[in-house]
């Protein structure tokens, strides 16, 4: 069993800076995909970014491409989503995702955090 709990999320004016950050505990965290994912009022849940166990490998939607970057420390058992120039769009709940198979699309992740709330104003 994995247990995820994000913090970071807030209030920001478009243009301005978030960075969320999930803590994981349970199994090994290293054998673990790790994403984010999003979902604004009235819309589904999407994907936004994650990251191999290794940290070899990223990917990313297009609509964040450029503005966010997905880490994570082994180390400590977090990852982390930086989120610059952050757009009005972006408003969403923030969700960490965990997945032990091997892909980065995370189709059906494992386990799922409480979820953040990120509130862009114009």
């Known amino acids: 069993q994995v247990q995820l709990v994000e913090s970071g999320g807030g209030l920001v004016q478009a243009g301005g800076s978030l960075r969320l950050s999930c803590a994981a505990s349970?199994?090994?965290?290293?054998?673990?995909?790790m994403g984010w994912f999003r979902q604004a009022p009235g819309k589904d849940r999407e994907f936004v970014a994650a990251?191999?166990?290794?940290?070899?490998?990223?990917l990313y939607a297009d609509s964040v491409k450029g503005r966010f970057t997905i880490s994570r420390d082994n180390a400590k058992n977090t990852v982390s989503l930086q989120m610059n120039s952050l757009k009005p769009e972006d408003t969403a709940v923030y969700f960490c995702a965990a997945d032990f198979s091997f892909s980065l699309t995370m189709p059906s992740p494992d386990y799922w955090g409480q979820g953040t709330q990120v509130t862009v104003s114009s």
């Open positions: 990251i191999s166990g290794r940290a070899d490998r990223t």
């Open positions: 349970g199994r090994t965290f290293s054998n673990l995909v």
